[in-house]
């Protein structure tokens, strides 16, 4: 049930960042597993995007993951203080990536509650990149991991959303990328309580 390397390989991140939605992101971290549905995401069309940290071909130790064959992490810190978690998609130098912006808690929902200090039943315990990293136990050394490994993947549970449950709307957080924040590449699951609130990051 494990996404083979291949779905990685596609060059429609477009596509990539609506699929994603209801598949279900795993980590292994010391031995425990947590796991949640995807529920939120964000798609960043490589050196064409200005909200994509590899605009204009930018390449630096930071953002060369983004620049590896589909089909591996790429974390950075935002603030300082946020791990964010974002899928590598298509080919080698085409640097796509989808950012996942909230999950459904689903397994280990105990240790996500550690971690979170709050109950799985409060939306806030995943709801937003940030949350849904610490959630999971994702921090940057889950950078440049392999998704097709052990310690990050990605698994299809058959749980699939129509197209009128599934909304399209502007990315959060990237008014710096000018017209290019106005595009409606934030994709999310109608009427999910996980998913984020426009004004959290």
């Not at 960042?17 to 031995?31: C, I, M, R, S, Y």
């Not at 599934?166 to 990237?174: F, Q």
């Amino acid at each position: 049930m494990k996404l083979p390397l291949s779905y990685y390989s596609n060059q429609d991140v477009l596509f990539l960042a609506q699929d994603l939605l209801g598949k279900v992101l795993f980590t292994e971290v010391n031995g425990e597993i947590t796991a949640g549905i995807i529920v939120e995401t964000e798609a960043y069309f490589g050196t064409k995007d200005k909200a994509s940290h590899a605009y204009g071909g930018r390449r630096t130790n930071r953002t060369e993951p983004l620049y590896s064959h589909g089909g591996i992490s790429y974390v950075y810190l935002c603030y300082g203080i946020h791990h964010l978690f974002n899928v590598v998609t298509s080919v080698e130098d085409d640097p796509h990536a989808v950012l996942i912006r909230a999950v459904e808690p689903l397994i280990g929902k105990e240790i996500m509650e550690s971690r979170r200090s709050m109950p799985a039943s409060r939306a806030a315990i995943s709801s937003g990149p940030g949350s849904a990293a610490k959630a999971l136990g994702i921090d940057k050394s889950f950078n440049k991991k392999n998704l097709g490994g052990n310690e990050i993947w990605i698994e299809d549970h058959s749980i699939q959303y129509s197209s009128e449950n599934i909304i399209a709307s502007p990315r959060i957080g990237v008014a710096y990328a000018q017209e290019d924040a106005l595009l409606p590449w934030r994709f999310f699951v109608k009427n999910n309580k996980y998913v984020s609130k426009p004004n959290k990051i």
